[in-house]
Structure formats: structure tokens, C-alpha cells
């Protein structure tokens, strides 16, 4: 079994209007110092396989078609192999 | 100026529908192997500030208050001290 870590980000051009409400928030409560927030996913799963080539096709798979949206977003991905209770080997 | 990278994850108990319903997709699609899929948030951003004490109180702060939710969600932050230009220094 593999564990999956998929980071999700809008690629750097693309407005964040979530991070930019937020750092409003932030003014508003006296964070003066807080700049450029910007609101990605972060995203955990496992891939129920012990083959390493098929986990790594799958998640990339899911990262392109179903986490992301390719036209305005970017991700980068991690496996790391566990046991069935999920602890890392 | 500190670079901010703040996780925030619902709690192992709390429900994920956000999650659940990514997956059913994923079945849809074909993945077979992947489970428990969750969806957190994974937060950037820069503070103003040399003052190492100060940056790291406003990340926490700026996390607990606005970043997360603290009744469902727990959060990790890590801080990196950058140059003006958003580099690691």
C-alpha cells in the first residue's frame, strides 16, 4: 500500500481571490505584516496496490483529472510505501 | 521577510465529503485502488518583517483565527527566512 500527498496550487499568474479575502480578514484583525496570501489544496489518500509503477500512474492520473484543474492549477505529488495500518515501512 | 507555509487538515474523525465525493469520481473514472481520500488546505504566504519572534506569532495567529477552523481542523506551520525577492536565503 502507498501512501499519496498531492499539493494542488493556481499556477502564479492566475488571481486567488480566497487568499485575497482572507488577508482582508487578516488586516482587519491588526496581521499588518501578512502579504500575498495564496489558498492552495493539500490532499491525502492511499493507492491500494503494492506496485509502485501502477500507484504512481494512479495518483498522477487522479492529480490531472480529478484534483486539479488543469487549466489554471499546478501539482506536485509524493508516495511513500506503508503498511495496511498505514504507518510508513 | 518570512515565507509562511501553513497545512490545515480536518481532524482523522470529522467527515471529508469534499473527499468522498472526489473519490466516487475517481471510481468512476477507473481508479479502483484509490481510499480515504481527504482534502485539506495548504496556505502560502510572505510577513514583513526581520523580526524572526514576531513572524512566527503572527503565522500561529493568523492560522488559529483566520486560516483554520480550530473546531474541526488542526494546522501545521513551517517559516523560511527569504530575501525580498521571495528567496530562500
Do not use: W
Not at 20 to 28: H, I, R, T, Y
Amino acid at each position: 500500500m502507498f501512501k499519496a500527498t498531492v499539493i494542488v496550487k493556481r499556477r502564479p499568474k492566475i488571481l486567488d481571490p480566497q487568499g485575497k479575502a482572507v488577508e482582508q480578514g487578516a488586516k482587519l484583525l491588526g496581521f499588518n505584516n501578512v502579504r500575498q496570501t495564496r489558498i492552495g489544496k493539500y490532499i491525502e489518500f492511499f493507492v491500494d496496490t503494492d506496485d509502485k509503477n501502477l500507484a504512481e500512474k494512479e495518483v498522477k492520473e487522479y492529480s490531472e483529472k480529478l484534483l486539479s484543474n488543469p487549466i489554471m492549477e499546478d501539482f506536485e505529488y509524493s508516495i511513500t510505501e506503508v503498511n495496511v495500518s498505514g504507518e510508513s515501512k
